[in-house]
């Protein structure tokens, strides 16, 4: 196999408090191959962003890295000194924010970031940087972009905006990206063309992609595989097509049935029971087990460790044939 | 653009008529003109031949257009005490007070905005930490207590630097001038501080917040998530923020300097306007107030123009007319 373009072992994020230590992240582990679209969902709260910050060594103090690591084509990363970490982003790890508003300084025309950031990460005078904002800016489909460079970000509209900061995130040509709810602050109708822009750039490039969003749509359509999120746990992990197709977990079964289908005759929607558990009261075992509707005895005490089970893995006792109480190893579907 | 300043304009001269108006009616109300210049022995007939010589029998309306319309040409009629014309006062005490005013001012901002940038950036250091002390110590003590202060350390006790006046002055012109020689520097040194301590503290307390606040903001984090140097996001993209806000509190900051050195001019028997307008005071010399009055307010009116100016210097969401077309 081919080494990853990003693989994270055992990331654990922990945010230091009058009130004890919160476990942001536990645990955390996956891979991303070259050119491959890794979809990241859950609720609010379970950890999605925490893990692209993470990755990109932007945990905003009380919070740490507590354990476990992050490897980018091979070389650690998660404990690199402040300033080469530094020269890591933005040339090797680009970032998508989720508000493209709030994203670009208002005060400076796009293309002075464009080419700050350019020049960061280059060597290109400033000419030739310029050249380089412009290009990038046509390849986002900003129109008329040798003019629209020297706008400021108040004259561009929401999705024009979003274009802008991909376009600062892949300035450096980097390896991989993370996209953090790119689409949540556009309308309806600019998510669509913004997923397939983001979706485009990278398989041109053979960029990776962390696509961070509670949208399942978003991620059948867009992702490779797909990691499902849970209190700072993954649940389960797999090709997206796998996953959607025969969830296993039951957190993963119950968000698919929380998705409204066209064809769907169902007058009302499934919902889990309950709420996610906050950081300072995680339960004892499988994070789930309060809400799970098929709960046994061993969830309340072990926590369950990822298992290949049928083409991916998840993390719940049911699937482990040797502990499973009787009748429930089958594929629960 | 245009538009822009022209409406601040316009605003500025509203304020100054309002405050005209008030000028207008402390004649009305601070005693008697008539009395006042005449004395109490005057006989009628001078009292009514004054009367109509200074106006007084005309329609109201007329009197204050008449007065606007002289304070406009820098006529402020003549001093009840000193006899002379208030303008010639105004601009021979106007140098001490301006150079006053622009030094703490500068002194003020340079230093406040250094401090508090670094309060800022080294947020948890203990230098950080003693200088958000001593401004808290700055903040509460007043003015007049810091002079004396100083006066009693440097001119008393270490005897370095004059107690009072403004020292040998140099004329330029009209302009009389203390930067020029070296005991119009030294005593320009305690004065300066004293009256550009609070604003200091003032100052770097804004800075500082309003940067803490900045530094949070979405594009830091993404300034950050692009390898930009930190260095460049603290000076570049956040300092610029940051002095959106400071410059409204500066402007006004700048305005009340120039306006209420009163204090300090007092303290130090400083030879400008704060010190002329306690004497007027003192002698009901309304001319002297009145246009005191209307000096502060032009001051404050013309500091917040300049502000509303740098202001679209600094914020090209205000500048209006599009660049670039929007589709």
């Given at each position: 196999?081919?080494q990853p373009v990003?693989?994270?072992?055992d ?6 408090t009058?009130?004890?230590t919160?476990?942001a992240l536990d ?6 191959a ?6 990241v969902?859950g609720?609010?709260g379970a950890?999605?962003s925490v893990?692209?910050?993470?990755i990109i060594g932007?945990?905003?103090?009380p ?8 490897v ?8 690199l ?22 994203s670009?300084n208002?005060?400076y025309?796009v293309?002075e970031q464009?080419i700050?950031?350019i020049q960061t990460?280059?060597?290109l005078?400033?000419?030739?940087a ?8 046509d390849?986002?489909?900003i129109?008329a972009?040798?003019r ?6 108040h004259?561009?509209s929401?999705?024009?905006?979003q274009?802008?900061v ?12 993370i996209a953090?709810e ?5 309308d ?6 913004i997923i397939?822009l ?5 398989k041109?490039r053979?960029?990776?992609?962390m696509l ?5 749509g978003?991620i ?6 797909v ?6 746990r ?9 996953v959607?197709?025969?969830?296993l ?8 049935g929380a998705i409204p289908?066209?064809?769907g ?5 499934v919902q889990i029971p309950?709420?996610m ?6 339960p004892?075992?499988c994070a789930?087990n ?8 061993r969830c309340?005490v072990?926590?369950?460790?990822l298992?290949?089970v049928g083409g991916?893995?998840?993390a ?7 502990q499973a109480?009787a009748?429930k190893?089958e594929i629960?579907? | 653009?245009?538009?822009y300043i022209?409406?601040s ?5 509203v ?9 207008f009616?402390m004649?009305r109300f601070v005693?008697d003109?008539v009395v006042n210049?005449?004395?109490?022995e005057a006989?009628?007939q001078?009292r009514?031949?004054?009367t109509?010589r200074?106006g007084?029998n ?11 319309a002289d304070?406009?040409r820098?006529?402020f ?7 002379r014309?208030v303008s010639?006062l ?7 007070t301006v ?17 508090g940038v670094y ?18 110590i700055g903040v509460?003590l007043?003015?007049?207590?810091i002079g004396i ?8 006790e ?8 403004r020292?040998d002055t140099?004329?330029i012109?009209?302009?009389?001038t203390?930067l020029?020689?070296t005991s119009g520097?030294?005593?320009?040194v305690?004065?300066?501080?004293t ?9 770097m ?5 309003e940067?803490l606040e900045?530094m ?5 984090r993404f300034a950050?998530a692009?390898g ?5 996001i603290e000076?570049?993209?956040a300092?610029?923020n940051?002095m959106?806000p400071v410059?409204?509190i ?18 130090f ?7 002329l307008f306690?004497n007027?005071v003192q002698?009901?010399d309304?001319p002297?107030?009145s246009a005191y009055?209307?000096f502060v307010?032009f001051v404050?009116v ?5 502000v509303?100016?740098?202001y679209?210097?600094l914020?090209?969401r ?10």
């Amino acid at each position: 196999m081919t080494q990853p373009v990003l693989s994270v072992q055992d990331l654990t994020v922990e945010f230091v408090t009058r009130r004890g230590t919160l476990r942001a992240l536990d645990k955390v582990s996956f891979d991303i191959a070259r050119g491959e679209v890794l979809g990241v969902v859950g609720e609010s709260g379970a950890g999605k962003s925490v893990t692209g910050s993470a990755i990109i060594g932007l945990i905003d103090p009380p919070g740490r890295i507590a354990g476990g690591e992050v490897v980018l084509s091979g070389e650690r990363v998660d404990h690199l000194p402040p300033e080469q970490m530094r020269r890591v982003r933005g040339k090797r790890i680009g970032m998508i924010f989720q508000d493209p508003l709030t994203s670009l300084n208002p005060l400076y025309r796009v293309g002075e970031q464009l080419i700050e950031t350019i020049q960061t990460h280059t060597d290109l005078n400033a000419a030739d940087a310029r050249k380089r904002a412009i290009a990038l800016l046509d390849e986002v489909g900003i129109p008329a972009p040798d003019r629209r460079i020297d706008g400021y970000p108040h004259e561009f509209s929401g999705g024009m905006r979003q274009r802008v900061v991909i376009a600062l995130a892949l300035c450096a040509e980097p390896e991989f990206i993370i996209a953090d709810e790119p689409t949540t602050a556009l309308d309806v109708s600019v998510q669509a063309q913004i997923i397939a822009l983001i979706k485009r750039l990278c398989k041109e490039r053979g960029t990776s992609v962390m696509l961070v969003t509670h949208d399942m749509g978003v991620i059948a359509e867009t992702a490779d595989r797909v990691a499902v999120m849970y209190a700072g746990r993954v649940a389960e992990i797999g090709p997206v097509r796998e996953v959607i197709k025969q969830p296993l977990h039951p957190y993963t079964q119950g968000l698919m049935g929380a998705i409204p289908s066209i064809e769907g005759d169902a007058s009302r929607l499934v919902q889990i029971p309950g709420a996610m558990p906050r950081l300072s009261s995680i339960p004892k075992g499988c994070a789930f087990n309060p809400r799970c509707s098929k709960v046994f005895d061993r969830c309340r005490v072990d926590r369950p460790e990822l298992i290949d089970v049928g083409g991916h893995q998840v993390a719940c006792h049911l699937y482990d044939k040797a502990q499973a109480p009787a009748g429930k190893t089958e594929i629960a579907a | 653009m245009l538009a822009y300043i022209l409406r601040s304009l316009m605003q500025g001269l509203v304020v100054m008529l309002a405050v005209a108006f008030i000028a207008f009616s402390m004649f009305r109300f601070v005693g008697d003109p008539v009395v006042n210049m005449l004395g109490q022995e005057a006989t009628l007939q001078d009292r009514a031949e004054l009367t109509q010589r200074l106006g007084l029998n005309d329609p109201v309306p007329l009197q204050f257009a008449r007065f606007v319309a002289d304070a406009a040409r820098g006529d402020f009629g003549i001093s009840y005490r000193q006899g002379r014309k208030v303008s010639a006062l105004i601009l021979e005490r106007l140098p001490a007070t301006v150079e006053l005013a622009v030094l703490s001012a500068i002194f003020a901002f340079v230093t406040g905005i250094a401090f508090g940038v670094y309060a800022a950036i080294r947020r948890d250091g203990w230098i950080a930490n003693l200088v958000m002390s001593v401004s808290l110590i700055g903040v509460s003590l007043p003015t007049f207590l810091i002079g004396i202060g100083l006066i009693y350390v440097f001119a008393v006790e270490l005897r370095w630097l004059p107690s009072f006046g403004r020292g040998d002055t140099v004329q330029i012109g009209w302009w009389s001038t203390g930067l020029l020689t070296t005991s119009g520097l030294k005593s320009l040194v305690m004065p300066v501080l004293t009256l550009g301590f609070l604003q200091l503290t003032l100052v770097m307390r804004l800075v500082r917040s309003e940067m803490l606040e900045v530094m949070r903001a979405d594009f830091i984090r993404f300034a950050r998530a692009r390898g930009i140097p930190e260095r460049r996001i603290e000076f570049r993209h956040a300092l610029r923020n940051t002095m959106i806000p400071v410059i409204t509190i500066a402007g006004v900051q700048l305005g009340g300097v120039i306006a209420f050195a009163i204090v300090t001019e007092t303290v130090f028997q400083w030879p400008g306007l704060g010190a002329l307008f306690v004497n007027a005071v003192q002698f009901v010399d309304v001319p002297v107030m009145s246009a005191y009055l209307l000096f502060v307010a032009f001051v404050f009116v013309l500091t917040s123009l300049l502000v509303d100016i740098v202001y679209v210097a600094l914020d090209p969401r205000l500048r209006g007319g599009v660049l670039v077309p929007v589709k």
